[in-house]
């Protein structure tokens, strides 16, 4: 049988499910070198590729940015996303990250302007990213899946997500990207999507079994 995880008593964040409204921008990169994976996680794809996500929660459970890098990846049949790094500006967000789902949050702070964002920490900027207008054209998306793999003490935790909204095309480029994160091939994305208006449903995590060490390819 799989066991749901629960929050401690007293946690300090909501319990799930959470539900939100925003803004999604997720862009497809390759990095120079192949990213490093647990052993029970396979890449879907190249291991150059990197997913890059910035968020708005503007409404809901939490009201929050959020901007991560990640690989594709597959656990099995389960199609999902590893995190390589997750920054937050919600101490709430954080610790549920954490506690939940097992998603290593570091908190962050995010200086926005019209048409770029900079996310920084006590170390300096991390990341300037620089954000476009919307595609015209945008499809509704009734449901999709947003599954992400995390790992709370040697088990692999499952967030089976879901989003639904308008999808389109959109534009989330780097204007500076610190040597903290995955070094990039290039600057500009292979292919840049937007949710908008999006909704999104994070519910309880589900433990999948032992978790493996991170490899180096």
Partial sequence: M????????????????????????????????????PADLSPLGSRHSLAVLLVRYTEGTLRYDEFAVASPVRRGRRVGLHC?????????????????????????????????????????????????????????????????????GADRIHLA?????????GRLGVQEWSGRLPELRRADPLCALALSPARFFFPAGTRQGPAAPALHP
Avoid: N, Q
């Fill in 2 to 37: 799989t066991d749901r995880t629960g929050p401690p008593a007293d946690p300090g964040f909501p319990a799930p499910p959470w539900r939100a409204r925003g803004t999604l921008w997720l862009s497809l990169f390759t990095t120079r070198e192949p990213l490093p994976l």
């Fill in 84 to 152: 390589h790094g997750i920054r937050v500006d919600s101490a709430a967000s954080l610790r549920g990250g954490r506690a939940l789902w097992g998603i290593p949050k570091e908190p962050a702070r995010f200086s926005w302007s019209e048409d770029s964002v900079r996310v920084s920490d006590d170390a300096g900027t991390l990341a300037a990213l620089r954000l476009g207008p919307l595609g015209r054209w945008r499809v509704p998306v009734p449901y999709a899946p947003g599954h992400v793999f995390g790992r709370i």
């Fill in 161 to 169: 997500g879901r989003l639904s909204g308008r999808l389109g095309t």
